[in-house]
């Protein structure tokens, strides 16, 4: 939709463009020359009244004004105010942050406003750390080195003693790890990562290396795990794509009723912990997730599909905030729909989670002899019966007699023999 002329920006003189070497206004000599307005006597005004954090404190209010040329701000931003959930680092805290929120106080008390916070919600991420190496130039200056530049020299146990540069051979300083930055030139490429491994896997190692409010380790190796990830939701997908889906039985008993048990209790705790900002364990959940999943499809037990399957769409629709791209186009094979973005998120079933049999260690004397997995409906006494007739237990009561059995609930069976 065009802007109407007249709500147009008004159009500064061609003197008068910020064109990055500075304040125009000073270039401006039919502003800047004036006469006092007290003497008479030639002046100049001054061209630098505002901090440049007063632009910076009321521009999301303007944002949602619509095209408003008659005020500072209009009826619009009431609606779409306040700021449902601010992202920023550290450095905000104590200028844009604080300004903004006494500038809001100031729209407040003029009445151009009807909210006292800008923001809801704030969260201040952490910083990304890289390695730093550079070298004193022969005119005393720092020469910095990305860390592609660079070479490591480890000792006979892999420990990292040194640095030389690729293009010369010669030592380098190694700095430490510094927050990312150009001039100390540690930075990463995104669009490299996106290349060569796609940006699912960028955005899945920043989520997972670290809870998004604290300090940050950038790591090649955990880039390359979180790349091994992907590929196998990928191939498990695929996998499943060959896999007619089929309904779950009524009842599932074994390893199926306790991967479907595992997968709907870990995405329980994915839920709480998204609310809570927690992207790191999120990922994680996802990992477990995956991880059950392939271990009923190599069991192959019957009804495995159904299970398989369930759990799977359950694992795409997690990961889709965190990885769009490889979920969508999961989801979409599958056929699970259309757009993964237009899917109920996940519920975590009470029903699934309900744990009918409970994995006992069995003990003799005090020492571990195996583990036997027994209906929690059972009696005490059926317990005792079923854990001493093991094979493992019945070994240890050759010319011996059970004398006692403690059975702790849920738990633990030792079985005391003399």
């Not at 020299?153 to 990312?180: C, N, R, S, Y």
């Not at 491994?197 to 300090?215: C, I, L, S």
């Not at 003990?363 to 059926?382: A, D, F, W």
């Not at 854990?387 to 403690?406: D, G, T």
């Amino acid at each position: 939709m065009p802007v109407p002329d007249d709500q147009l920006p008004v159009k500064l003189p061609e003197d008068c463009v910020p064109d990055g070497s500075g304040n125009p206004l000073n270039k401006l000599e039919s502003f800047v020359n004036c006469t006092c307005p007290k003497c008479g006597q030639p002046a100049k005004r001054e061209t630098d009244t505002m901090d440049t954090f007063v632009d910076s404190s009321w521009y999301y209010a303007r944002y949602a004004s619509g095209f408003s040329n008659d005020a500072m701000v209009d009826a619009q931003t009431n609606y779409w105010m306040p700021v449902d959930q601010y992202i920023g680092g550290i450095e905000h805290a104590i200028l844009h942050l604080l300004y903004s929120r006494f500038w809001s106080k100031v729209m407040r008390d003029l009445g151009l406003v009807n909210y006292d916070e800008p923001f809801a919600n704030l969260l201040t991420q952490g910083m990304v750390l890289n390695h730093i190496f550079s070298r004193r130039t022969d005119k005393g200056g720092i020469e910095y080195f990305a860390p592609e530049e660079v070479e490591l020299i480890h000792d006979e146990h892999g420990k990292t003693i040194g640095a030389k540069a690729l293009k010369d051979g010669l030592p380098v300083d190694f700095q430490g790890m510094g927050t990312m930055s150009k001039s100390k030139r540690n930075g990463v490429d995104p669009q490299a990562l996106i290349e060569q491994y796609g940006a699912d896997t960028a955005r899945f190692f920043m989520m997972f290396a670290a809870p998004p409010e604290q300090t940050l380790e950038w790591s090649d190796s955990g880039v390359e795990g979180s790349h091994r990830f992907l590929r196998r939701v990928w191939n498990l997908g695929y996998l499943l794509s060959e896999v007619e889906k089929a309904d779950l039985p009524n009842k599932l008993t074994g390893n199926l009723a306790k991967t479907r048990r595992e997968v709907h209790s870990t995405l329980k705790q994915a839920g709480i912990d998204l609310s809570r900002q927690q992207f790191n364990t999120v990922a994680s959940a996802a990992m477990k997730m995956l991880n059950a999943l392939e271990k009923v499809q190599k069991e192959a037990e019957p009804h495995w599909q159904a299970v398989a399957h369930e759990g799977f769409s359950k694992l795409l629709r997690l990961l889709s905030p965190i990885a769009p791209h490889i979920t969508q186009s999961l989801w979409k094979t599958l056929g699970y729909g259309e757009d993964i973005l237009k899917a109920p998120w996940p519920e975590a079933l009470a029903s699934a989670m309900v744990q009918d049999e409970v994995e006992y260690v069995v003990q003799v004397n005090g020492k571990l002899r195996g583990s036997i997995t027994l209906s929690k409906s059972m009696e005490k006494s059926q317990i005792e019966a079923t854990a001493v007739n093991q094979p493992f237990v019945q070994k240890h009561l050759e010319n011996a007699s059970v004398r006692k059995i403690i059975v702790v609930p849920n738990k633990l069976i030792n079985i005391v023999v003399g």
